[in-house]
């Protein structure tokens, strides 16, 4: 595998557990730790192809990950601390996605206290992973799988392909030949006059700087992600992504 791909890695303790959290986050059954696996991800704005590598702390790191989940059994005390170690021993800098998934706790669990404390301090975002229900399994809407698969989804994967701009209200009334369709008030396109601090890091605020026809758009879409990484939802989205920002103000 050479760098220029995209590259997950989920890290654990327990590979029962690890194998578990990783077919609820990425729904994909056969994956099997010690191997690397395809995995393509396809969201409304981007699809892209990502190898995915289930690991034992004691198994060496294959590259520098861009996304890394480490995996903790709450009800295991020296599961947090084994976990700490083989993070604290990879210099994993380059990894952008960085959670700690604590399964088997809540929030509020006072186990986790001292996770809370070493992920402020590594930069590391806390997930907790309640036990399933009698009878359940981890799925993709259990509390905590969620929020991981949304972290691996709003991050800029190397290769990713973008998918055409969605049209909304005067946009797509212009595509159906409706000409007499008032125009906005105001410049709003990206190459308009409105300050916009999301848009002013996307273009560079420069002439050149961003080029739509470019294929491989995930080096340009860095900044702007995160630029608008405190904004949610579509909205937020549509920010990040979208060239002519008046399409979605209707």
């Known amino acids: 595998m050479t760098r220029s791909e995209a590259l997950l890695i989920l890290v654990g303790t327990d590979p029962t557990i690890t194998s578990a959290l990783t077919f609820a986050v990425l729904e994909q059954e056969g994956l099997h730790p010690g191997c690397t696996h395809p995995w393509s991800i396809s969201t409304k704005y981007y699809d892209a192809d990502i190898s995915v590598r289930l690991l034992d702390v004691s198994d060496p790191t294959p590259s520098q990950p861009d996304a890394c989940i480490l ?13 700490q170690r083989w993070w604290e021993t990879r210099a994993i800098d380059g990894s952008s996605v960085r959670v700690l998934a604590a399964y088997g706790a809540d929030e509020e669990d006072p186990r986790l206290e001292a996770a809370r404390a070493w992920c402020a301090d590594q930069l590391v975002e806390l997930v907790a992973v ?20 949304e972290a691996l989804q709003a991050h800029v994967w190397p290769g ?3 998918k055409p701009s969605p049209q909304h209200g005067r946009a797509a009334m212009y595509a159906a030949g409706e000409n007499d369709v008032a125009e906005p008030l105001g410049p709003s396109s990206l190459g308009g006059s409105c300050p916009n601090p999301f848009l002013d890091e996307l273009r560079g605020d420069a002439p050149g700087n961003w080029d739509e026809d470019e ?3 995930s080096v340009q879409l860095g900044k702007a992600f995160e ?8 909205l937020g989205m549509e920010v990040m992504l979208g060239r002519r920002i008046w399409l979605w103000l209707d």
């Open 130 to 149: 309640p036990l399933p229900g009698d009878g359940e399994a981890l799925s993709l809407t259990s509390e905590g799988v969620t929020r991981i698969h």
């Open 227 to 234: 630029a608008a990484a405190g904004v949610q939802g579509d």
């Open 160 to 162: 990713l392909r973008l």
């Open 215 to 217: 294929p491989d758009s």
């Open 71 to 83: 995996v903790v059994d709450a009800a295991v005390g020296e599961s947090l601390s084994r976990v």
